[in-house]
């Protein structure tokens, strides 16, 4: 199984323990090949910063299901993290959520010569990421981003001290 079917696996196994304590997943990613890493990327649902009680909380309740569920036949270490500011945008909901932010972008293949993209986010309609560079304004298949993240500017992070005094 490649690495991507064993992040949906293991997507699949521990979202509903995730959601129960109060939090969203936002990404599940498997990297390295000798030292492996199982990265558990999630946020409160209540917006409220993360903290290290939470990623503690978190990888107590997902370490249980992972040892009976055994995802992961090598050994690995777990990391449970907060997306931080320039996080990763994966769920339509982010692209929503932050909506007018800078963002860079890669296409999983070329559109128009290119697979990179970076400009203002402008928002997402009928599964089409917008997105405005300078006079370039591209529409992209959400389905087809391979990655994209938030750039932190100071647009960005205005907002996140706003949102934390809130």
């Given at each position: 199984?490649?690495?991507?079917?064993?992040?949906?696996?293991?997507?699949?196994?521990?979202?509903?323990?995730?959601?129960?304590?109060?939090?969203?997943?936002?990404?599940?990613?498997?990297?390295?090949?000798?030292?492996?890493?199982?990265?558990?990327?999630?946020?409160?649902?209540?917006?409220?910063?993360?903290?290290?009680?939470?990623?503690?909380?978190?990888?107590?309740?997902?370490?249980?299901?992972?040892?009976?569920?055994?995802?992961i036949q090598?050994?690995?270490?777990?990391?449970?993290?907060?997306?931080?500011?320039?996080?990763?945008?994966?769920?339509?909901?982010?692209?929503?959520?932050?909506?007018?932010?800078?963002?860079?972008?890669?296409?999983?293949?070329?559109?128009?010569?290119?697979?990179?993209?970076?400009?203002?986010l402008l928002?997402?309609?009928?599964?089409?990421?917008?997105?405005?560079?300078?006079?370039?304004?591209?529409?992209?298949?959400?389905?087809?981003?391979?990655?994209?993240?938030?750039?932190?500017?100071?647009?960005?992070?205005?907002?996140?001290?706003?949102?934390?005094?809130?």
């Amino acid at each position: 199984m490649t690495n991507l079917g064993r992040e949906h696996k293991i997507e699949s196994l521990i979202t509903p323990a995730i959601e129960g304590l109060g939090y969203d997943l936002v990404r599940v990613l498997i990297t390295g090949t000798k030292d492996v890493t199982l990265q558990i990327m999630a946020e409160r649902k209540d917006q409220a910063n993360m903290n290290v009680e939470d990623c503690t909380a978190i990888s107590r309740e997902i370490s249980t299901i992972l040892d009976v569920e055994d995802p992961i036949q090598e050994a690995y270490s777990l990391e449970v993290s907060s997306p931080g500011l320039d996080r990763p945008l994966v769920r339509q909901h982010d692209f929503e959520r932050y909506t007018g932010f800078d963002i860079k972008l890669e296409m999983e293949h070329s559109i128009d010569g290119r697979k990179k993209f970076k400009g203002q986010l402008l928002g997402i309609k009928n599964d089409l990421v917008e997105l405005t560079s300078g006079a370039d304004h591209v529409m992209l298949p959400f389905d087809g981003i391979r990655q994209a993240k938030l750039i932190l500017t100071d647009q960005l992070i205005a907002a996140e001290t706003q949102a934390t005094k809130e």
